[in-house]
């Protein structure tokens, strides 16, 4: 396959680009400071674009099989999540290429209190605005009626750790183990976006995956 990765050089779509090149992708990896495009394998396709600009959109992901994005914005900057996510999916109505995105966990129900994440009494402060600009995210995609658009939301705990090939499946309901907690690794997380990408099961639809 034919993958464009939007947030190439980041924490998720690095190991992202990794994962796709494990498996004999052809990965275009967009960065939008092209000075960071020396932290990704040599063998990947670096190209300098932002996923905020309709345009860039069009042009690195037309002939792609897949588009994925794993794009953060700066802290204090939340809001723009929406805006980019509105970008890539005018992209991708003019391409038709299939987007994946990674999302955020904050408007997952919690098992057993019908109360979303955010909602929980406990839920840090300093975590609101970018939960609240995932909640906003997930909005945009559920609000256009033409994008092949796919949406993963992380577990509470999303680190970087091993890659086990191993995590569960649900949809709208925060995945807990025996203890209560929610957890998968960045690599992971990578694994099961790919597997997505390849065997497709969640078209316009959020999904999650955790432990």
């Not at 839920?123 to 995932?134: G, K, M, S, T």
Request: charged share 20%; net charge negative.
């Amino acid at each position: 396959m034919r993958i464009t990765v939007f947030g190439a050089a980041g924490n998720v779509g690095s190991r992202v680009v990794t994962e796709a090149l494990a498996r004999g992708h052809h990965v275009v990896a967009v960065v939008r400071d092209p000075a960071r495009g020396h932290t990704l394998p040599a063998v990947v396709e670096v190209r300098a674009g932002d996923a905020a600009h309709v345009a860039d959109v069009v042009e690195l992901s037309t002939g792609q099989d897949v588009v994925i994005s794993a794009t953060r914005p700066a802290p204090g900057r939340e809001p723009d999540l929406v805006t980019t996510t509105e970008a890539l999916l005018a992209g991708a109505v003019r391409t038709g290429v299939r987007l994946l995105l990674v999302g955020g966990a904050a408007g997952l129900t919690v098992p057993g209190t019908g109360a979303t994440v955010i909602d929980q009494p406990d839920f840090p402060a300093f975590l609101r605005p970018i939960a609240l600009a995932c909640n906003g995210q997930l909005a945009a995609c559920r609000a256009e009626k033409t994008a092949d658009w796919t949406y993963l939301s992380p577990p509470m705990v999303l680190e970087p750790g091993e890659r086990t090939g191993t995590y569960r499946l649900g949809t709208d309901e925060l995945l807990t183990d025996a203890e209560g907690g929610s957890a998968l690794s960045m690599e992971d997380l990578a694994v099961a976006l790919l597997d997505e990408a390849e065997r497709p099961g969640h078209r316009r639809t959020r999904f999650t995956a955790a432990y």
